[in-house]
């Protein structure tokens, strides 16, 4: 991603893409009329640990914003890092209507921690086999995070300035 580029998307609340801007069209590869409907982990990069849409979709769900970087794949099989900010969208009434985010370029030098840490999360998911994947890689994430005295929120956030 170049310094001022934004991706932007927007998916109802089973995670299916209801928006998507022209930058999002152009990294993910997809015509717009493909993606409309479409479940979000159609860019879902097979590196990318199981742990860590656990966190984001828990922190979703209590109605909290996230911040995560996220390693995504094109529909030429390229891929592409984001630092993303996932929001809730709320009604007046404090109902999650869809959730709606927000990428921009990540620090390239964050990049080089979080794809080990992600890297060390995915060989305990598949050591683990699958029925405790989601446990064992949300360990090691703990791990880290206590070793380091950070929420994941500080971490991303500390490291994106870096
Ligand atoms: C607004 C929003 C944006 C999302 N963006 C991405 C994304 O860029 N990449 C991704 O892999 N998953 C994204 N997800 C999460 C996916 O919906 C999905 O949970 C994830 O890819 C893991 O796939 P799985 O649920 O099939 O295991 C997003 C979800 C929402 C609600």
Redesign the pocket.
Known sequence: MKNDEIIV???DLK?RITYGNSTFLRFSGFDEVDMIGT???V???PD?P?GV?KL??DT?QNKEEIFAY?K?ISQDGSFYW?L?N?TPSLDDNDNVMG???V?RKPNPRALQIVSTLYRDMLSAERNAGSRDAIGASTQVLHQFLKEKGQTYEQMVLSLQAL
Do not use: D
Request: proline content about 0%.
């Open positions: 998307s927007k998916t995670g479940q979000h982990n860019v879902r990069h990318m199981r849409f984001f979709w979703l996220v995504n984001v993303a996932v959730y709606y985010s990428r």
